[in-house]
């Protein structure tokens, strides 16, 4: 697979079927203002979506300025990701406490279109369930949208809810409206205490990294006492709105490792076609991973994606096993007996 962490969504897999929205898509993309039959289109040689335009440093700083917190780009994408973290949050699982960075930590991005003429947020919250309502009622005020809310965790104490947030227009726009969306909760960067000091005894102490990676066959982040795997979908092109869905705007698996070497927890995601789903969940449940929840992310997704989050405790090498398992049905065909 090469490199894992942060792959970017640069190619169309040749075998990939168009959609008839897919194809209008791409005749845009393509400056075309005939509407070419779809059967035409799937003969014809169509050329990738457009590179996205940059996001400018003046709408960077209009981002940092209005969170009051700097974010960081990833050009590959042309995203650009502030973190908002929940470390006022004490956090346990089955009694035991887990670290902020194996899972419950938020985010927000920003993206433009291919054609540049807008760009959207899209964001994932992190909330006790008496935040949930009042976080949409100030984000429909706003002028943003809710795509989904669900749970990430099972066992988690306190009940945490998971919260995606998206709209369009312009970037400075978008960073105004959601600065103005958060800024009374424990989302804004304000409101949250002063970063604890640095753990002494990282991810790189707690886990065998070099085993875990030749599993994985990749490289994952060491952040603070956890390990973790971030992994793009580059054979599949995903638009959203205009927009190409990429790994750090959201369209990504991961999975974060807790604990120590022989006794570990895993939680995770994985992006998925709908097609894939009950293969993965068969794949994670084979190497004992417990599926904790199968949904949406984002709304206007072409082709739709599903996400599915797990968790498993163990020895690291067996967990890692069971999600690379999981990573090795994705692309392939579906499960057979499922009738349409």
């Known amino acids: 697979m090469g490199s894992i962490v942060m792959l970017t969504q640069t190619h169309l897999m040749e075998t990939n079927k168009y959609t008839r929205r897919q194809a209008l898509q791409a005749t845009a993309v393509l400056g075309t203002t005939l509407l070419l039959p779809v059967q035409k289109l799937h003969a014809a040689s169509i050329s990738p979506v457009a590179a996205t335009p940059a996001i400018t440093t003046a709408e960077m700083a209009a981002i940092d ?115 103005d969306t958060i800024r009374d909760s424990k989302l804004f960067p304000a409101n949250q205490p002063a970063p604890a000091a640095a753990p002494t005894v990282t991810g790189k102490e707690l886990f065998d990294i070099p085993a875990l990676d030749a599993i994985v066959k990749g490289t994952g982040t060491i952040n603070g006492p956890t ?80 996400f599915l989050h797990y968790y498993g405790r163990g020895k690291a090498t067996d967990l890692a096993q069971g999600f690379r398992a999981a990573l090795d049905v994705l692309g392939k065909a579906p499960m057979g007996g499922m009738k349409m």
């Open 65 to 179: 300025a209005a969170l009051g917190k700097k974010g960081s780009y990833k050009d590959t994408e042309s995203v650009y990701t502030t973190p908002l973290p929940r470390n006022d949050l004490k956090m346990k699982i089955k009694g035991e406490p887990v670290p902020i960075p194996f899972g419950f930590g938020g985010w927000v991005s920003f993206k433009k279109t291919v054609d540049g003429k807008s760009a959207m947020v899209m964001s994932d919250t992190v909330l006790q369930m008496e935040e949930v309502n009042p976080l949409i009622s100030a984000a429909h005020a706003n002028g943003l949208e809710i795509a989904a809310i669900h749970n990430h965790f099972f066992y988690e104490e306190p009940r945490i809810f998971y919260m995606h947030i998206h709209g369009m227009g312009t970037v400075e726009e978008l960073a105004k409206k959601y600065a």
């Open 227 to 306: 390990y973790k795997y971030t992994i793009g979908r580059s054979d599949l092109k995903i638009m959203a709105m205009g927009v190409e869905m990429t790994t750090n705007i959201g369209l990504n698996t991961w999975a974060s490792f807790a604990g120590k070497q022989d006794d570990a927890h895993i939680a995770g995601d994985i992006a998925m076609l709908q097609s894939e789903v009950n293969t993965v969940i068969k794949t994670l449940r084979a190497h004992n991973l417990e599926i904790v929840a199968v949904h949406n992310h984002m709304l206007g997704d072409d082709p739709h994606m599903i």
